[in-house]
């Protein structure tokens, strides 16, 4: 799609019930990118960007030990705890507030439970192809200043271990920022050639004259930087800065 904003030249928007859905009974998933029942051949990926999955898993339930390899995987919890094992002998519990990585490179098990029996675990799953095969796995997790967000945007993950957030073997960045309503404020792209894909957590959105709603997506290339305002109280996005090459 075109658009006349000076700021957006391409993009495509993605909204919340256009997503493939999937009901597990104990899991409930969206897949805003093509995923394991759901494929749609025109929504593939977004550049690197492989998955976004928006789940929700049922007390006491969860994934039991599966393999990754050569990918870099984000969990981002929204709400409950979410307990990690994997066969790199880690053993933790993230929860709203932290962020976790893995780089699966030469292989890696892992298992994800909600181990809560009265609440809910809600969290995203996020794929983003590396641009190194065969790494070393690793596995980090950070809890984030919640206030470091209001009212801007907060480096949540990056392609530097010394910088804000975690890192990941791609030249990405990753924002998530919770807003007054009428709070506007825009992104200027780190790197020439990336594009952005942005994910409304929560709330309503108007991004480079664009309107977005809960749970929508809008993947933007071929521009510098965009303009955001949020235009309801609380509202909260996550962006991700990704190469549309892979």
């Known amino acids: 799609m075109e658009n006349n904003n000076e700021q957006i030249n391409k993009y495509v928007l993605h909204k919340a019930a256009t997503r493939g859905h999937a009901n597990h009974g104990w899991l409930e998933s969206y897949h805003t990118f093509s995923f394991a029942n759901y494929h749609n051949p025109e929504r593939m990926n977004f550049g690197v960007l492989r998955v976004l999955n928006d789940d929700r898993v049922s007390e006491g339930m969860g994934f039991g030990k599966h393999p990754h390899d050569n990918m870099e995987i984000i969990s981002i919890p929204l709400d409950g705890d979410l307990e990690h094992q994997d066969s790199m002998g880690n053993v933790t519990v993230i929860k709203n507030g932290d962020i976790q990585v893995m780089s699966a490179g030469t292989?890696?098990?892992?298992?994800?439970?909600?181990?809560?029996?009265?609440?809910?675990?809600?969290?995203?799953?996020?794929?983003?192809?590396?641009?190194?095969?065969?790494?070393?796995?690793?596995?980090?997790?950070?809890?984030?200043?919640?206030?470091?967000?209001?009212?801007?945007l907060q480096q949540i993950l990056s392609p530097n271990s010394e910088d804000e957030g975690v890192w990941i073997y791609q030249d990405a960045w990753f924002h998530i920022g919770k807003f007054d309503k009428d709070f506007s404020t825009s992104y200027r792209l780190k790197k020439k050639g990336n594009g952005v894909y942005a994910f409304v957590l929560n709330g309503d959105f108007t991004i480079g004259g664009i309107e977005l709603n809960h749970r929508d997506g809008l993947g933007i290339w071929d521009t510098n930087s965009f303009s955001i305002q949020a235009n309801s109280e609380g509202a909260e996005i996550l962006l991700m800065e990704v190469p549309m090459q892979l």
């Open 107 to 152: 292989g890696i098990f892992h298992s994800e439970y909600n181990k809560n029996k009265d609440q809910l675990v809600k969290f995203l799953q996020i794929w983003v192809y590396p641009n190194q095969k065969n790494v070393t796995p690793r596995y980090d997790q950070i809890t984030l200043n919640l206030e470091d967000r209001h009212n801007k």
